[in-house]
């Protein structure tokens, strides 16, 4: 079997877009792929596929399972195949996300402040008041450049007729940017040749531009800040992620146990005496950074930051309070917030969404259960949803019934089918519904995106829930030009 | 540096060392126990109360079964002190500052846990497996000391692992040798030939040099000396005691916290009484209590070191 077979084999289905082939045509920016694919026996394909587990396996790129106190590491699944993206496509993406995240940061700075949106009726203040992710605690608070969201990894998904659409924004600590910086790296081991002649934009400044936002933030005017990476620590599922980063930076990973409050300062515990810390780049959740105004069981937080955030000592990324902006049902409002804030049209549109809290829309949805997917405002990670195509009768009026009782938290959307793109499975071409999270980094002087960013697969055939969780694997993702 | 890294860095060699001491005890005597010496059957007992926390009864049930004695010092999770603990929390450590220890180092860790935890190593510890089975875990433990000494930078960080690292080793090597002179109740004039000490010697991995250096008959003060003061011999009390004073000094100029003039009499006071001790001294106060102070001594000054360096909680 050579691997012509492969691709003569390669079936997609009817009615979707497929990322490679159109009309049993291979779509031009794939055609150099195609070519290597020709190039290689399904047993170098193999081979490939199993250097690559072993890269990530031997780096210790794992998450951990934990089940009694025996840890079980895994590694995310890697599909060899990288999934490209042409530079006209790309242009589009970059500009519709930087216009978004320019929106939702006005919006973030007008809702923790003189909340002109709600007194002009743009969003209704009861779907706000309703968030319990908007945090009384921090209103009034300014933050440095008035920024908000310094990270974020908003995802897009692309359906039937190839359009991008906005699936939801990751505004509070969204993950996987490691995974976009390691894919890259295994690449390069798996195609040297393959990726040096297709014109694949670089993607390994990420943390230095990171780098360099985070050391603009800080308070005190010296010239060389302290910024630490705050993690939970090592039994977080992303704490690989977390120690990346800080390498990456040359910046101190701390956990909560090693700084304290003094005088509204924050300081970390060192072998030499305390030492003033200026910016934080956080990767624990609002609820557990300050005990005494969130939750008083956390042992992760530190008693006294927001306080300290409040004097404007310490410098927090991303800001506190983010949550109101990602919300499920506050999404719904967005490409109203663009007109509102920046006078212009959404350039990427959102999925059409349905508030359950709206009678006449859950009517409707109700009706068209098995067209829609039902999700929770508050979770993420493709928990607490459902899936109205493939779930049983059962689970619908479970939902149903839950939908009624507190209605504020869920929303539904239309079933979009997402785009496609070819997997080495099982030592065939396969497509695969995917997902593309672009990473963007938001300073004082803009909004930066490296080109790319990850694309997450659903492995399962024909699933289109591509969260790791969920059996979700990944992809190398290049921008070409 | 972060209190917290500097005590995982501290910990982390501590636990590794005490790995590796346990290992080389139990090679030791596993061999031994297959010879009917001229001190009679093997007996386990001062191995188990070295390294475990059993009663005398349960002690008496288990002392003469090499295959239950390594079972409860190898994989018992009860046991603090049994391999699998310790290995387990300096990897724990490693975990946590991962940022700071190379990758190489972060890899031995990860393979010496992975051994440890492995579900078959259980069935390799008896019969015919087992002397292979320990001898690659001690090989696994001085790979991972030679990784630590070829990839990890010098500063800070290395200087703590050191203070780890010979604080355990002078504190195991005085327990050791306390184990060894109980049996002859701390007797230096007592003479026992060669034969005796040979246990103490190769769980010291010290035999070799001891036939070398030393030529008097005066066997149990040559034991004596070489466990506690010789100067060349890389377990003894002093020269770890050394060592420390170098990386100590190190991490005192490093830092200057305010208590050093404080920190630097209590290290001098530690080193001068087992530098300049001799026999008559010792036995003055015998070599029982001796002993016991030294020991005392350096897990004392951990203390002292931890609330210094390390307390962040």
Known sequence: MDSEFLIQNYQTGTALFDEMQFDRQIRLPYQKLVETIRNHSIDDLQLKHKLAGELFMNQGITFTVYSDDAGIERIFPFDILPRIITAAEWAHIEKGIQQRLKALNLFLKDIYHEQQILKDKIIPAELIASCPHYLREIAGINVPHDIYVHISGIDLIRGEDGTFYILEDNLRTPSGVSYMLENREVTKRLFPDLLSQANVRMVHNYPLLLHNNLRALSPRPVSNPTVVLLTPGVYNSAYYEHTFLARQMGIELVEGRDLLIDNHKVYMKTTAGLQQVDVIYRRIDDEFMDPLLFRPDSILGIPGIIGAYRKGTVALANAVGNGVADDKAVYAYVPAMIKYYLNEEPILPNVPTYQMSNEDERKYVFENMHKMVVKRTNQSGGYGMLMGNTASDEEISKFKHAIEKTPREFIAQPIIKLSTVPCFIDDQLKPRHVDLRPYALCGPDGVQIVPGGLTRVALKEGSLVVNSSQGGGSKDTWVID | ?313
């Open chain 2, 1 to 313: 540096m972060l209190s917290r890294v500097a005590d995982s860095m501290f910990w982390m060699n501590r636990y590794i060392e005490r790995a590796e001491g346990l290992l080389r005890v139990l090679l030791t005597n596993y061999v031994l126990s297959l010879d009917k010496g001229p001190y009679g059957v093997h007996s386990w007992k001062p191995v188990l109360e070295l390294f475990g926390n059993l009663s005398a009864e349960e002690i008496n049930q288990i002392e003469y079964s090499s295959t239950d004695t390594l079972k409860y010092l190898v994989i018992n999770r009860n046991n603090h002190n049994s391999l699998r603990s310790l290995i387990n929390k300096a990897r724990e450590n490693a975990r946590g500052m991962q940022d700071h220890i190379t990758k190489e180092v972060w890899e031995e860790v990860n393979q010496l846990y992975h051994t440890v935890n492995h579900p078959g190593l259980e069935k390799k510890l008896s019969g015919a497996d087992a002397l292979p089975t320990i001898g690659n875990l001690l090989k696994q433990c001085l790979t991972y000391v030679g990784v630590t000494d070829t990839t990890m930078p010098r500063g800070m960080g290395w200087d703590f692992m050191n203070i780890g690292r010979y604080i355990e080793r002078g504190v195991l090597t005085s327990d050791i040798t306390f184990k060894q002179f109980q049996q002859i109740n701390f007797d230096l004039d007592d003479e026992k030939d060669i034969l005796f000490w040979r246990n103490l010697l190769l769980s010291l991995s010290g035999y070799e040099l001891h036939m070398k250096y030393y030529s008097s008959n005066a066997t149990n003060s040559n034991v004596l000396h070489q466990a506690v003061f010789n100067q060349y011999f890389p377990r003894s009390v002093v020269y770890s005691l050394e060592r420390m004073e170098k990386y100590l000094m190190n991490v005192l100029d490093e830092n200057d916290p305010p208590q050093k003039q404080m920190m630097l009499r209590e290290f001098g006071r530690i080193h001068s009484r087992v530098k300049y001790a001799d026999e008559t001294s010792i036995k003055q106060v015998t070599l029982q209590y001796f002993l016991q102070e030294s020991k005392q001594d350096m897990l004392k000054f951990s203390h002292v070191l931890g609330q210094q360096f390390f307390s962040y909680a």
